[in-house]
Each structure stands twice: as C-alpha cells, then as structure tokens.
C-alpha cells in the first residue's frame, strides 16, 4: 500500500469517526429516563396532554418520559427550567399559549422563548366557549355587545387567572369589539365558574369540557366558540367570528426543547409524536380534554409560535395587562 493511499484512508476514517457520534446518540436515544417539565399543577389540561403523550414515548421509545410539574408565574418557572437545561434531549417542555402572551406579558424574563426553545411538534388546538350566566339577557354575541355598550363597566368577566388563556381571549373580544368588561381573575377555573354560576361573575371564555355540564343543565349559556370553526363538542355554539370579524383564539399545546439539542433528536421526537396523532385512542383522549389533534412539523410550530407571540404582544400591549 503507497503512502498516498494510507494516508487517505485514514483522513477518511477519521472524518467518519467524527460524524458517527452525533448519528449513533440519535440512534440510541434515549438511554435513560427523559423529563417533560409542565408549567401547571398536575390534572391541568397542559399535564393531562403530558402523560398522554409521555406514555406513548415511553412505549414507542423503550426509556421512562417523567412528568415534572412546576407550576407558577404563568408558567415561566418550568420554562427556564428547561432553558437552563442541557440540551442533549432528556428534557422537554410543555409548551403552551401561555408562552406565546409571557413574552410581552412580563417586563423581565430570564430568558427569550423564540430564541432559547426549539419547537418540536404542536400537538392540539381547542376552541374555548363564550358562555354567561342566565341572568344577562344576550341570546347571541351580538345582543351581548349591545347589551355591555349600554351597560358600561357593568359586566365582570372572569378568568382562570390573571394573563393566562382564558383571559388574553376574552381581552382579545374586548379589543376588536369595543365593549367595556371588568376583569376579575381567580386562582383556577373552578373558582372563577362557581362565582360565574352564582351569578357574581357575568361571562367566561374557557375549554368546553369545562363548562359543559352546565351548559347542558341550562346553568349558562353559551353564546359562541372562539375558533372560526365550529367544535364537535358543542355544534350548536356559532363561531365567534360570526360577530366580530376575525376573531380566532384557541387553547393549543406543543412540545420544545432548549436550543442546541439536534436535529436528529428532534427529528426522532417528532416523528413519534406525530405517530400518536394517528392512533385513535390518543386522538380520542385528546378530544375528550376539548381539543383536536394536531401534527406538524417543528418548523410548522415554530412558525405557529412566532405569529402566536405578535398577535397577543398587540392585545397586552393596547389592553396594557400586567402580570400579578
């Protein structure tokens, strides 16, 4: 064998040594239990979708996928948490609308959600629905803006708490309809529902599953859905966009990683995520929480969130919410 042709050989099997690494940790992984931090208490909607799918990675994937509940400051304690975290695949963040209002929401934040989360996958997207207590005479979501223009300052809208989803989207009809509404923030949706069916609180805007019992029971009413189409758990709701033209807010989840973490994770991550968009059971349980199952890819999610972020970042700022 000639020099020359030793000499090759060896630069080309080193150069090959070099990028077998990186392929074989995609290949393998993971080797040890993976965590997928949630920024809300456990039985939340963002920790129900957790487990659902940290089961089937679990499964599909042959390692444990712990759910790590971190709950607080609308969701920014999980989400530095995996900032911080080494970005070698083995922590996932449930990522939610949450993230996208946070943003603008808070002055300071430790860290840039666009610029420090790799998205992964979106997951779901669910309507939520306008409903009030019997006591308003609104019949629809036009009679109801007719109604709140003439009673100023009258009407107190609740809200699971302060800056989270269920209270962006009802700012969001505020801005674009021109009605004045107090806000009144709970601690968690159950609160806030029981002052709305006493009568203290006059319209809410949350998950369908939520409120369907009284809906049912002729306890509320609902007045729209606040997607632009129509949700199979409540057909009879119009799309709120009926009214006021181009409403669209929804609840939606995904899943992000810290920045840095590889492409071929990623890639691995999504792909079986977006396999347990195909299953009916998981699509099924998924619809049960009140959303629709969604599969796309982490460039599609990253899309999804950077239009997420601009369009609540004009609702804080013209609303001018602050966190508590």
């Known amino acids: 064998?000639?020099?020359?042709?030793?000499?090759f050989l060896q630069l080309t099997a080193g150069a090959a040594a070099l990028a077998l690494p990186r392929f074989a940790i995609a290949q393998a992984y993971p080797t040890r239990p993976v965590?997928?931090?949630v920024g809300f208490p456990a039985g939340s909607a963002a920790d129900i979708l957790a487990r659902l799918f940290g089961n089937w990675l679990a499964e599909r994937l042959g390692q444990p996928f712990v759910i790590e509940n971190r709950p607080g400051a609308g969701s920014n304690i999980a989400t530095e948490t995996v900032v911080r975290a080494p970005p070698d695949g083995y922590t996932l963040l449930m990522v939610t609308g949450s993230n996208a209002v946070n943003a603008t929401l808070y002055d300071r934040l430790g860290y840039n959600f666009i610029q420090d989360i790799a998205p992964v996958a979106q997951v779901t997207r669910g309507a939520l629905v306008m409903v009030v207590n019997p006591s308003?005479?609104?019949q629809n979501v036009a009679e109801f803006i007719a109604y709140a223009k003439a009673n100023p300052d009258k009407l107190n809208m609740a809200s699971a708490g302060n800056g989270g989803t269920t209270h962006v989207?009802?700012?969001l009809f505020k801005?674009?309809?021109g009605v004045d509404m107090r806000h009144v923030p709970y601690r968690g949706s159950a609160s806030a529902l029981a002052d709305l069916l006493a009568g203290k609180a006059h319209v809410m805007f949350?998950?369908?599953?939520a409120l369907i019992e009284p809906i049912k029971t002729g306890k509320l009413r609902p007045l729209s859905v606040t997607t632009m189409q129509r949700s199979d758990l409540l057909p009879s709701a119009p799309p709120l966009s009926d009214?006021?033209?181009g409403y669209d807010a929804a609840?939606?989840?995904?899943?992000g990683v810290p920045k840095g973490t590889s492409s071929e994770i990623i890639d691995k991550l999504n792909t079986e995520i977006r396999s347990a968009l195909l299953d009916r059971t998981i699509t099924m349980r998924i619809s049960d929480v009140g959303y629709t199952a969604f599969a796309g890819s982490p460039a599609e999610f990253g899309g999804f969130i950077a239009a997420e972020t601009e369009k609540w970042a004009k609702v804080v700022t013209v609303a001018g919410l602050k966190p508590d």
């Not at 064998?1 to 000499?7: E, V």
């Not at 949350?206 to 599953?209: H, K």
């Open 175 to 177: 801005v674009m309809s």
């Open 243 to 245: 009214f006021v033209a």
């Open 169 to 171: 989207v009802g700012e």
């Open 35 to 37: 965590r997928i931090v």
């Open 206 to 209: 949350d998950l369908i599953p």
């Open 1 to 7: 064998m000639t020099l020359r042709r030793r000499r």
């Open 251 to 255: 609840f939606w989840g995904g899943v």
């Open 136 to 138: 308003v005479p609104a």
